[in-house]
């Protein structure tokens, strides 16, 4: 069985720092794991993305220059490193995962697996 499991997510100030972790189990290293985020009343949008297949990455115009997304491949875990963190930051993160590697513009429905998320919440 194939699983997703999120992890690091927590009630932080305004300019603070996260690291949020992706375990996966069921899954090559040839997979692709994207974090996408989900705000009451909004979208769910991609917000980073890992190819296992090439190594390629995407990050969101709106956390460019902010977040960084990192695999170990030992643990089979990629993070999203969140820094310089803002209230409209704060969201429902989820992990996903799929074979085909990264887009630019992913969508939800691009996606099969799921974590069930981890709240991240920034307070001004």
């Known amino acids: 069985q194939v699983q997703l499991l999120e992890s690091g997510g927590g009630l932080v100030q305004s300019g603070s720092s996260l690291r949020l972790s992706c375990e996966a189990s069921g899954f090559t290293l040839d997979y692709t794991i994207a974090w996408f985020r989900q705000a009451p009343g909004k979208k769910r949008e991609v917000v980073s993305c890992?190819?296992?297949?090439?190594?390629?990455?995407f990050l969101a115009d709106a956390v460019k220059g902010r977040f960084a997304i990192s695999r170990d491949n030992a643990k089979n875990t990629v993070y999203l490193q969140m820094n310089s963190l803002k209230p409209d930051d704060t969201a429902v993160y989820y992990c996903a995962a799929r074979l085909p590697p990264c887009g630019i513009a992913d969508r939800p429905t691009d996606f099969g697996t799921w974590g069930r998320g981890t709240p991240v919440t920034v307070s001004s």
């Open positions: 890992f190819s296992g297949y090439d190594g390629t990455t």
